[in-house]
């Protein structure tokens, strides 16, 4: 199993005052979200968290859009619901990446 084949969201009172954050590090997870949404290429993300990789940003999107506020549901819930299968079974290059913001012109 290699890196990216393990991401997952967790969840400890001693880390992040009990936010969530990308697994087996203090990185909270809505930074992640709030990286994507606005438009932000995983390679830059990357600049400043190496440890972030496709298949994080797959989970993150994917919490957000199924236990995240009601902002993040109607961000990623559809997405969410559509690649639940292929997340689960960790087929992250058959899933599409998460929608972003439309940047205006």
């Known amino acids: 199993m290699t890196k990216a084949d393990n991401a997952f ?3 400890a009172p001693y880390m992040q005052a009990g936010e969530p954050t990308i697994g087996r ?5 809505d ?5 994507w949404w606005y438009g932000v290429r995983l390679d830059l993300i990357q ?4 440890e972030v990789t496709r298949s994080v ?3 993150v999107a994917w919490y957000f859009g199924t236990r995240g506020s009601v902002t993040w549901k109607k961000r990623w819930g559809d ?3 559509q690649w639940q299968g292929e997340l689960f ?11 972003q913001k439309e ?3």
């Open 9 to 11: 969201i967790s969840f």
């Open 25 to 29: 590090t203090r990185l909270p997870a």
């Open 31 to 35: 930074h992640i979200a709030k990286q």
């Open 47 to 50: 600049l400043n968290w190496p």
């Open 57 to 59: 940003v797959l989970i």
């Open 79 to 81: 997405w969410a619901r």
């Open 89 to 99: 079974r960790s087929e992250w290059d058959a899933i599409a990446l998460p929608p």
């Open 103 to 105: 940047k205006k012109a």
